[in-house]
T-cell receptor
Framework: NAGVTQTPKFQVLKTGQSMTLQCAQD?????MSWYRQDPGMGLRLIHY???????DQGEVPNGYNVSRSTTEDFPLRLLSAAPSQTSVYFC????????????FGPGTRLTVT | GENVEQHPSTLSVQEGDSAVIKCTYS??????FPWYKQELGKGPQLIID?????GEKKDQRIAVTLNKTAKHFSLHITETQPEDSAVYFC?????????FGTGTSLTVIP
């Protein structure tokens, strides 16, 4: 199993540009989520999905969109990038949302200038 | 929403000593508490977890304790080794969401 994969690993955007961060898992996990990690602030939940076709907002959803058309994929879209979105983004998955450990991907380091 | 506080933010110990990291949470409905280890340039990795109906759990050199009444839980690492050096995060699950502490940078000095 490849586990949770993310692409790209690094990305630089200009303010106002849009892009999609890709995330895929091959463990048949129902629950997938996106976090951002900023220095001194730990990980904060952006959006999550409890299954294909179902998504919901987390703690910091503004400026991001998600969709879940398949169990395997959970892309994160930045609609109009802003410098405040400079961060490291982690995708994660788990078998279920209740009481299960989460597997994290390797992360995408995004810089918005 | 849930608020998770983690202390200390940095911790240095001599190799072979024990390390303790503490977290508190605010939502009494939180029922699952995982701990993650993050090495430089990598994603967090689950190292141990505990559910709200359990007071203590141990896995070799690491253990987690939970005090539901006081709403705090702790990570204990015994016989620390240089490879234990990393950033450790606690988390609490409330409903469908996980809330993370701000992390503890642990350095084990050989």
């Amino acid at each position: 199993n490849a586990g949770v994969t993310q692409t790209p690993k690094f990305q630089v955007l200009k303010t106002g540009q849009s892009m999609t961060l890709q995330c895929a898992q091959d463990m048949n996990h129902e629950y997938m989520s996106w976090y951002r990690q900023d220095p001194g602030m730990g990980l904060r939940l952006i959006h999550y999905s409890v299954g294909a076709g179902i998504t919901d907002q987390g703690e910091v959803p503004n400026g991001y969109n998600v969709s879940r058309s398949t169990t395997e994929d959970f892309p994160l879209r930045l609609l109009s990038a802003a410098p405040s979105q400079t961060s490291v983004y982690f995708c994660a998955s788990s078998y279920s949302m209740v009481g299960q450990g989460t597997f994290f991907g390797p992360g995408t380091r995004l810089t918005v200038t | 929403g849930e608020n998770v506080e983690q202390h200390p933010s940095t911790l240095s110990v001599q190799e072979g000593d024990s390390a303790v990291i503490k977290c508190t949470y605010s939502d009494s409905a939180s029922n699952y508490f995982p701990w993650y280890k993050q090495e430089l340039g990598k994603g967090p990795q689950l190292i141990i977890d505990i559910r709200s109906n359990v007071g203590e759990k141990k896995d070799q050199r690491i253990a987690v304790t939970l005090n539901k009444t006081a709403k705090h839980f702790s990570l204990h690492i015994t016989e620390t080794q240089p490879e234990d050096s990393a950033v450790y995060f606690c988390a609490a699950q409330a409903g469908n969401q996980f809330y993370f502490g701000t992390g503890t940078s642990l350095t084990v000095i050989p």
